[in-house]
């Protein structure tokens, strides 16, 4: 008999237990907020993890954008290609303002790709799909446009984070990309703060494997 | 890593006496514990959210087969390869044979527990592929050739003067600091050469969401999110009962992990993995394969008893709590999973015999089970396990006490059920043990019951019981009231 069907087997022969009674999911306040006491929330959050937000309008986005590359020393950043990040044509922008500027599109095998994340960049500027104000958390769908690693390698991640894509709380994030019936990501991540251990002497600090600093530029789409 | 469940005493003594990890242990496990109550207090009803992770994890476990099977089935749909395997053995084999397929000389690996379980490491070196431990705690405690002191920190006990030595000696830095914070970004430099280079990248797994056939990992570092996206092949190995219904009972029971593991509200990186990268993406596995490993988990599941432990999620905070753990820390449980999680665990999967003084190292104060976010009733399993024992469960390995402490069970089982022979053989203990007696304890007898005498006293049998004293005062003998 196959492995698989002997442990199926032993488990389906196991006498049967019952489930304890399932209480309600237990009603977290954020779902009680309006829309700018959420944004507010999302901000609150995402300061307690010493992420640095910077609250714009749409049309001073790539002038904070400048202003933080500028403030950090960064003049290599690598940019994904979704939608937010798109529309702001950072590429054009780079030029401008002499900032190097890669583009994850600009890219067709894994190899280059990695060099240039892992050793070339200072920074990685991706969009996000949701913003979750009960903890302050950034959820990312990865796909052709969204690479995993322009997030991660690169040792500061500046997220760009319309307010039309803060929501309360996880179930509505997990809901749209999971349940909707559309294509399901092969990775969605949720990220809450930049990278961090206490795995020496209990001693915390940021940026063990991943970004040390993380950066929202939150800004009205709506 | 060596087993050395039966050495706990002997390692226990010794941790007792480790002024410094004692140091350690007064200190963190109260400033976790706290920090998890306050971090519990967001919930606007924390018993609440308590009890529904307890109930997601309690219908898991009932319907553990038709969740693995469609967990199973959702991932195949999804292009994940789901392989699986009965024992230890057979999970390192079917390990080893992919890695090996794939030409890779060293693997990189996200912290897993199941993978200590089953001595991945050991069955890699000797194959010729180096494993790499990426957690930071685990990278070292993995060169130290140490098991984990604690879940979540594997080497937080360990000195930095230690850390230092063994990461000049290994090159992994050059200069000399002692700094907490220098000596990780050593790690993170020496390691982020590894992560841009692998092959192969090894994961555990956190939560297999059934309905979606999506794998989720838990983490802070990041190392396991390299670890999924930089390699061409990703191998991510579970046992069965880390299979939940739904995503949103995994986002629930991800609240409650990180609440009950760091205090955090949630991770920092929290990631979802279904399927292997589709076409077009640039990053991120072209192969996924999902290892199912069983090794003793369906013999669990069997008895109806014994399945409560498969509710455990893993994050330690039964650990912080712990009035023992809390004084000799993770090194004596002898194996990859220490505290009242390793209590309950390591007896069932090497044996009751193997594991003597881990289920009896405990008082017993329920403290594990209060806030154990599984709903896992820790002491009365200790129990159980010693009742297992002492009648000698075969299933279980139960070892019986010794022979001397069973024939006087015996006895006192045959007095306390007759009045004649009681009274006898209290008369006659009295007379026996008068020589021992000082200020109404015992402190010995002579070379009868050393195990009790060791740690404690007995009060001495009093001159007269109550029954011969309630006849002597019907007599007058103390006057009427």
Not at chain 2, 87 to 104: F, M, P, T, Y
Not at chain 2, 196 to 225: P, S
């Amino acid at each position: 008999m196959d492995t698989r069907k002997e442990i199926i087997n032993r488990l389906r022969s196991a006498p049967r237990s019952s489930s304890e009674p399932r209480p309600d999911v237990p009603p977290l306040p954020e779902l009680a907020l309006g829309r700018s006491e959420l944004i507010q929330k999302l901000m609150d959050e995402l300061t307690k993890l010493e992420v640095s937000c910077h609250r714009v309008v749409r049309e001073e986005v790539r002038e904070k954008l400048a202003e933080i590359l500028v403030g950090e020393g960064i003049t290599k950043v690598i940019v994904s290609n979704d939608r937010i990040v798109s529309a702001f044509d950072l590429s054009a922008w780079g030029k401008e303002r002499g900032f190097m500027v890669y583009r994850s599109s600009d890219f067709n095998d894994r190899d280059t790709l990695k060099r240039v994340v892992f050793e070339e960049v200072e920074a990685g500027v991706t969009g996000v799909d949701f913003a979750v104000a009960e903890s302050g958390t950034l959820g990312i769908i990865h796909d052709h446009n969204q690479p995993r690693l322009v997030s991660l390698a690169p040792v500061t991640h500046i997220a760009l984070v319309p307010t039309s894509k803060v929501v309360p709380i996880y179930e509505q994030v997990v809901d749209e990309v999971f349940l909707k019936g559309g294509n399901i990501p092969s990775q969605f991540t949720f990220i809450t703060g930049p990278s961090m251990t206490a795995d020496i002497k209990a001693t915390p600090f940021k940026g063990m494997h991943g970004p040390r600093r993380l950066i929202a530029i939150i800004y009205d789409d709506d | 890593m060596k087993i050395r469940t039966e050495e706990f005493n002997s390692i226990a003594k010794k941790e007792i006496n480790n002024a410094y990890a004692r140091a350690f242990l007064g200190l963190l496990p109260p400033i976790i514990a706290m920090r998890r109550v306050q971090v519990m207090s967001s919930f606007p009803n924390p018993d609440q959210a308590l009890k529904l992770s307890r109930a997601i994890r309690s219908e898991s476990i009932a319907r553990l087969p038709d969740l693995l099977e469609e967990f199973e089935q959702k991932a195949t749909k999804s292009g994940a390869k789901v392989l699986w395997a009965k024992d230890a053995q057979e999970a390192r084999k079917l390990v080893l044979s992919l890695i090996r397929d794939r030409g890779a000389t060293f693997v990189t690996k996200g912290k897993s527990m199941v993978t200590e379980e089953i001595g991945l490491n050991e069955a890699l070196e000797q194959a010729q592929i180096e494993p790499i431990e990426t957690d930071l705690g685990e990278f070292i405690a993995q060169q130290l050739n140490r098991p984990p002191f604690h879940i979540v920190g594997p080497a937080i006990n360990v000195p930095v003067e230690e850390i230092r030595d063994l990461f000049l000696r290994e090159g992994i830095m050059k200069e000399d600091t002692t700094d907490p914070v220098q000596l990780g970004y050593a790690a993170r430099i020496y390691l982020r050469d590894k992560f841009h280079h692998i092959k192969v990248g090894l994961t555990g797994v956190n939560m297999a969401v059934a309905e979606t056939g999506t794998i989720i990992n838990v983490e802070n570092e990041g190392n396991i999110r390299f670890n999924k996206s930089s390699p061409i092949t990703q191998i991510s190995i579970m046992t069965p009962e880390k299979v939940v219904p739904s995503l949103r009972d995994a986002m629930h029971i991800i609240r409650l992990l990180c609440r009950s593991c760091t205090g955090q509200k949630i991770s920092a990186y929290v990631t979802l993995d279904t399927g292997p990268k589709k076409a077009g993406e640039i990053d991120g596995p072209e192969e996924l394969y999902i290892i199912i490993v069983d090794n003793g988990r369906s013999e669990i599941y069997a008895n109806p008893r014994t399945r409560e432990v498969l509710r455990c999620i893993r994050c330690g905070a039964c650990l912080n709590t712990c009035p023992v753990y809390t004084k000799i820390g993770g090194y004596p449980y002898g194996w990859a999973y220490s505290g009242p999680m390793g209590q309950i665990l390591n007896p069932l999967l090497l044996g009751l015999d193997r594991t003597q003084d881990l289920y009896r190292a405990c008082t017993q104060c329920g403290t594990c089970r209060d806030i154990c976010p599984g709903g896992i009733d820790h002491p009365a399993l200790f129990l159980y396990y010693r009742s297992c024992d002492v009648e000698g469960n075969e299933k279980l390995a139960g070892k019986k006490r010794p022979r001397s402490e069973r024939i006087s069970f015996s006895l006192w089982g045959l007095a306390v059920k007759n009045k004649l022979l009681w009274n006898t053989a209290l008369r006659l203990g009295r007379f026996l043990t008068k020589k021992y007696s000082s200020d109404g304890w015992l402190t010995n007898l002579g070379r009868l019951f050393p195990g009790w005498f060791k740690e404690r006293d007995f009060p001495s049998i009093s001159d007269s019981t109550f029954r011969e004293r309630w006849k002597e005062m019907r007599k007058g003998k103390y006057g009427h009231p």
